[in-house]
């Protein structure tokens, strides 16, 4: 019979859609174990159960790069069962002396041998002294029971004993009669056993469960009683209140003095407060009475006039906070009131903390001066550092401000914030110069300038250069100032009657990702100035890089379809794709499910105002829905401009005036007859200035031509 079959772990009914297996510790369906090498020796033998042939492998002596069946699951390898192929329940190991036993293994016995094969059914570290054949002995007496094994108790040095709860002392009673017996008492606590309470006794048995050295008692039966009146408290104990007496008493806040409303069966003690180490009898020695209970935080040696527990009594200390503050600290002004000599001199400080009564001394820093002291200049105004610092009229005290913007030394105050102003926005004829003009405020007058774009200034680092634009440009002013602080404006220039390049590869387009709608495609007609976007698919932006800075902005846009009745529009005041405004057209109202139910048709104007993109995201509803959200609000309704729809292919004049004060206007025209459509003027500051740019959702052939920009 081959090796496979002589050991009984594997009876395989051929392999056709499984391999068989002990039934503990894999399933072989489909496996490739599954299939025979044709370089391997096969022998056929009868199975015991079925009578059908089996296939037995033969193995080597040692893997060597040979795989070895692990049959109890214990991680080392039958070295009877090894071949060739890795196969499930297979290691690359044959370390195992009892392949059908998993508390058999090498290093099972840690405590005895990391490589020895040794058994450790209960496992406590030690190995089976009488195991099965194959396994090395280990020095466990008892091998069913995880609290019995050599040297569990200190008492039983050598001996292989039973210590239950762990506490190092042998069971006196232990289950097996062939463990002697220990010392323990009580083998199921392990805060019982001799020595337990050193300071009652350093032999007895006995229970301390509080873990403070005394025993209780009031113990179980059986177990010796010992001094502690409250041994489930660490803080009651005989001799805790030591300045008192050796009574069981409880010290919480270990002042030296007891309780006086302890918990039932411990002495009372004299503290009037066990939380405060501060408060106890005797502890304001100064006062008439050394002995009643008093709140002494500062530690001169007189009780707190104010105590915050009820139960101290109150003392002549005017401040218990400082050490230098009592009654008879200043002799030099008083012997008895209460007063502060920070400085040691005798002397009461002139201008004490309140409470405290004031003394003669102008300077109580300063043990060699207490009369006839000027702290300042009366008067002046000085800076140290980013402080101003200004004297009083007799010149012994000073208010400090700190210069949050630095501190100006030659006329004594703090400078005010740096402020830049680069004014309106400027209009001028097309290849002309415009004159830029920056007015810096503020700071400590020490200015360096710096404006972008540099490529049509004649010097960016002057605070008035000249700007040749080729389009419309907003330029940007920083200004610093010696201290550094920081400042910064714009201001945007148009030239006048230029038509606006709103070509897609040089503005911005941007495609709100809220929407799973198809991509938009902007499209640019430099000839003709004008830009459309030909796709039906989701909210979508073109904005350039200047701002519409109080201003007008106009121009003709149509929808150029008979197929779509959507939203085409305007955004402006642009600081970002999460702030701005905007105004949509929609020609018909419509559910719009993934964008917050029912939208109307006709003209709004929302602002929207993202406080948090990770909380909050940005959504559909705040640019569409007919009221406010959580990032928008509704300026203008559609019932307040109207609710009239826009018409297939026909071209509309839109004017918007954006002035710097929040002011905003809204025309829109139809070109052909120039009959007024709408007509809005609203309020609103969030945004005074921003980029300005088309909109369009949902909305095929939505186009924009010819639009200028121009000065207010």
Sequence with gaps: MGMVAGIGLLALPGCTSHCGDDGLVWQQADQPACLQSTETETATTADDSTGQPTTDTPTTDTPGGKYCKDADGDGFGDPTMCSDEMTPGSVANDDDCADDNPNAYPGAAEKESDTACMEDADEDGY????????????????????????DAAIDLPGVCA????????????PTDPDVPPGDDCADEDPNTFPGAAPNDSPDACM????????????????????????????????????????????????????????????VPGGDCDDLDINTGPGFAENEVDPTLCRSDVDMDGYGDDTPSDPDAVPGTDCNDDSPFTFPGSSPNDSPE??????????????????????????????AGIHINCVMCTPGAATCMGDELHICNDDGNSEEVTDCEFGCDDVDGKCWDPLEVEAG???????????QLNAVAMGGDGMYNYSWTPIETLDDAAKPDPLAMPLG????????????????????????????LNLDPNICTTYDFPYEADLATKWVWNDNSKELCQTVNGKGS?????????????????????????????????????????IFTWKQLGQNFNACGGALPGGMQVKVVDVADDKKDPLACADLHVPADTANSKLL???????????????????????????EMTIVVKEKANMALVAEKTFMDTTYPSGKFGMYTKSQISACFSNFTASCI
């Design 636 to 662: 203008v309704s559609v019932d307040d401009f109207t609710t009239a729809g826009w018409k297939d292919n026909t071209e509309y004049l839109f004017e918007l005036t954006h002035k710097a004060g929040g």
């Design 162 to 173: 039973q210590d239950s709860d762990g506490d190092g002392h042998g069971d006196g009673s």
């Design 337 to 366: 009131a209460c007063m502060a000599d920070e400085d040691d001199d005798d002397w009461g400080d002139a201008n004490p903390e309140p409470n405290v009564v004031p003394g003669t001394d102008c300077d109580d820093t300063n």
């Design 207 to 266: 229970t301390d469960v509080d873990d403070d050295d005394w025993g209780d008692e009031s113990p179980a039966p059986g177990v010796m009683p010992g001094t502690d009146c409250a041994d489930d408290n660490a803080n009651a104990f005989p001799g805790a209140a030591e300045k008192e007496d050796m009574q069981c008493k409880e010290d919480e806040d270990m002042d030296g003095y007891g309780d006086d409303m302890p918990p039932p069966g411990v």
């Design 541 to 581: 932006a073109l904005f350039c890089g200047w701002d519409l800075d109080n201003a007008t902005i106009s121009g003709t846009f149509a929808v150029k379809t008979t197929d779509d009745d959507d939203f085409t529009g305007f955004m402006w005041g642009l600081q970002d794709t999460s702030h701005f405004y």
């Design 127 to 150: 190995g089976d002294d009488m195991p099965p054949p194959g396994v090395e002995p280990g020095t466990d007496c008892n091998d069913d029971e995880s609290s019995i094994f050599p």
């Design 424 to 434: 309106d926005s400027i209009c001028v004829d097309i290849g002309m110069p415009a």
């Design 472 to 499: 419309p440009t907003t330029y940007t002013i920083d200004v610093s100032d010696g201290s550094g602080n920081m400042a910064s404006d714009k201001v945007s220039v148009y030239l006048k009657g230029q038509a």
